[in-house]
C-alpha cells in the first residue's frame, strides 16, 4: 500500500522526516523533492567496479546549466529525508520525463530506515537545462509487512554529499559477488 500525501503528513516528525518541507509540495501520494545546486561529474572515461571513480564537481548556476546528453551526472536533493517503518522510493517527476531526463538511472527504490539526502542518477536523452531548486523527483512511501530489520549501511546511510557508486567496498570485502 502506497502512503497518501495525508498520511505522509500525519507521519511527518516520527517516522517520516523530511528537512525542510514545505507543504507546497506534498501531493496526493507523494511529496516533491528539489534539486541541489551541485553535480558530479566521472572524470574517468571507463569506470572499474572494484576502484574509486574520480570526479569532478559542476555548480548549477542560477539562470541554469545545460546537462550533455549520454552523460551521467549525479546529483542530490536539498531534503534529508528519514525514514522509519515504511519503504521510501522516488521516481522522476513525469513534467522532467517530458523533457527527456531520467532522474534515477535504477536506484529509486529506498530501504526502511534510510536517513540522507537521496543522490540523483540524471541521464538526458538530448540537451536540457535544468536550475538549482527545481521539484525534480516525488518520494512516496509503501508499507512494510512482516519483520525487518533497518538499514544501516557504511556507504551510504546519514550521507551528507553526493554519493559516487561505493560498490568497490564491497567487493574489497568479497561480498556482492
Known amino acids: ?3 497518501s500525501g495525508e498520511e505522509i503528513k500525519a507521519n511527518l516528525g516520527t517516522k ?3 528537512e525542510p518541507f514545505d507543504e507546497r509540495r506534498l501531493n496526493p501520494n507523494s511529496y516533491n523533492l528539489t534539486l541541489h545546486n551541485e553535480l558530479l561529474v566521472y572524470e574517468e572515461e ?3 567496479m572494484r576502484k574509486p571513480a574520480k570526479t569532478r564537481r559542476l555548480i548549477i548556476p542560477d539562470d541554469g546549466l545545460v546537462l550533455e546528453p549520454f552523460r551521467l551526472y549525479l ?3 536539498v531534503e534529508r529525508t528519514e525514514t522509519h517503518g515504511f519503504v521510501p522510493m522516488i521516481e522522476g517527476r513525469s513534467s522532467i520525463g517530458r523533457l527527456g531526463l531520467f532522474v534515477h538511472v ?3 527504490f529506498g530501504d526502511v530506515g534510510f536517513c540522507g539526502f537521496w543522490t540523483l542518477e540524471m541521464f538526458a536523452i538530448h540537451p536540457v537545462k535544468i536550475y538549482p531548486g ?3 523527483c516525488q518520494i512516496f512511501y509503501h508499507d512494510i ?3 525487518y530489520k533497518e538499514y544501516s549501511s557504511n556507504k551510504y546511510q546519514n550521507n551528507t554529499d553526493i554519493q559516487p557508486s561505493l560498490l568497490y567496498k ?3 570485502l568479497g561480498e556482492g559477488q
Open 16 to 18: 517520516i522526516i523530511i
Open 106 to 108: 535504477t536506484a529509486g
Open 1 to 3: 500500500m502506497i502512503l
Open 46 to 48: 571507463i569506470l572499474d
Open 75 to 77: 546529483g542530490r536533493t
Open 170 to 172: 564491497e567487493l574489497a
Open 134 to 136: 527545481v521539484g525534480i
Open 145 to 147: 509487512r512482516g519483520a
